[in-house]
């Protein structure tokens, strides 16, 4: 179930893109979007109304029809940041269920952008290729933006987002003793009640922020695995498109040599740095929200 809901997500980012773009000032030869693009604007001429108004309509029907999916089949549903604070709805309450589905696929764009972030600080700025423009696509308005007012925008998200979940949703806290090899539980605080909802909050802000390591991490593991394929079905296309899409995602780290023979060990390596990271970060948010309890 949770994959259905997620492929949704990905179909309803489409039309969220294409609020953002106009085809008929842009060009796009290039495989990544072609059909993608075509795909929606098929979906919203069919329709005959305004393309914009057409595509929030989509999106809200969506979020409606991804409800009612968890809500017939009783879906367990949970949010995890960053694999630390664990989200729940309230009640089953349809109403209640739609909230969370909104926050579900706000905080699924706001970690594109994080995930556009990160590889931009490991990516060389003169790097240009069909998968970067594709991914500078997929990421607006965000990628439209200036580099500071992009921080200030993915500060906020996470920020009104988390907020949002803790008045919405019940939540709770991975147990340290559950973590293998985390680090060391801090003493606690004596904090005010106020300072340390105030931190909670800005721990779980950051929690959210981390998840866009763990989405890189999926990411060169399913660019790994169709890259795999594309090898054993012998199709050049599919290669090409893993391949450029996992330089996008390593960034400077796609030219490093971590190899055996013909074997490029890099993804695999950049695979397990991205884990070690991540779970220092998760570790480390547990510690500081355990202190503070």
Known sequence: MGTILLIINFGLLLFWIRLWADPRREFYFNPFLSGPVKFVDSVVGALGLPVRLTC????????????????????PWELSLGSVFFFTPTTSVFSQLLTFSVLDFLLFVVRL?????????????????????????????????????????????????????????????????????????????????????????????????????????????????????????????????????????????????FSAGVVDLGPLVFFFALQIIYSVVSSLLLSLTTMVS
């Open 113 to 257: 952008w994080t995930t556009y972030l990160l590889i931009g600080l490991i990516t060389p700025a003169a790097r240009h290729n069909r998968a970067t423009e594709a991914f500078h696509f997929a990421a607006r308005p965000f990628s439209l933006m200036a580099p500071l007012a992009r921080f200030a925008l993915l500060v906020a998200a996470h920020v009104l987002i988390v907020f949002e979940l803790t008045q919405s949703a019940t939540y709770r806290t991975l147990e340290v003793a559950s973590v293998r090899g985390g680090l060391p539980q801090m003493p606690p605080t004596g904090l005010p009640e106020v300072v340390v909802s105030f931190l909670r909050l800005g721990w779980m802000a950051a929690a959210s922020f981390a998840d866009g390591l763990n989405a890189m991490r999926s990411a060169v593991m399913v660019l790994v695995i169709s890259s795999l394929l594309a090898m054993i079905m012998r199709n050049n296309l599919l290669r090409q498109i893993s391949h450029e899409a996992l330089n996008v995602v390593m960034g400077r780290f796609a030219r490093s040599s």
């Open 56 to 75: 929030i309509l989509i999106i809200g029907f969506g979020l409606i029809f991804k409800t009612a999916v968890a809500f017939r089949y009783s879906y």
